[in-house]
């Protein structure tokens, strides 16, 4: 007859309870000093800065807008139209369609959790215009340009192709 020692199992549970109880104790002090800090989702830039050239669809075909410049500023956006060089303005070619010229730029604002990039253009006397452009990829935002809660004009916003 062969004799087998049992074990006791209480010291097993005890220990197992120990363990529970020590770890669940010890979250808070561990959150607050060993565990990596939580981290936000926004990046650290902005997914709109530079350069940007407007396309806005007429008849089929997407017509040059003109090509503008998104910066950050003491933590606001600020936008305006690409100045070349010699000091004039990039210029769209001329289509026999009735663009607006914008006279300024103001309220943009981009909304990281929808990819949406915000903004109105001041068109003078015939109002201002609000642009509401979804990411469709890294450099390319589409969307309406509205007023009065009416879409006027789909634009795409691409960024110019460094080649």
């Known amino acids: 007859m062969v004799q087998t020692q049992s074990k006791p199992i209480l010291p097993v549970k005890m220990t197992l309870i120990s363990l529970v109880f020590l770890l669940l104790s010890g979250c808070t002090s561990l959150s607050q000093g060993y565990l990596p800090e939580e981290q936000t989702n926004e990046p650290t830039s902005l997914p709109i800065l530079g350069e940007w050239n407007q396309y806005m669809l007429v008849n089929q075909d997407f017509l040059y807008g003109g090509t503008f410049v998104v910066s950050e500023k003491d933590g606001s956006l600020e936008m305006h139209q690409s100045i070349r060089r010699d000091g004039t303005h990039v210029q769209m070619n001329s289509y026999s369609v009735n663009f607006i010229f914008t006279s300024g730029l103001t309220n943009v604002a981009y909304d ?17 215009g609000h642009f509401s452009l979804f990411k469709r990829t890294e450099d390319i935002y589409e969307g309406w340009s509205s007023q009065n809660d009416r879409n006027l004009t789909f634009n795409r916003w691409e960024r110019p192709r460094k080649d």
């Open 112 to 128: 990281y959790d929808r990819e949406e990039w915000r903004f109105d253009s001041d068109w003078g006397s015939r109002g201002t």
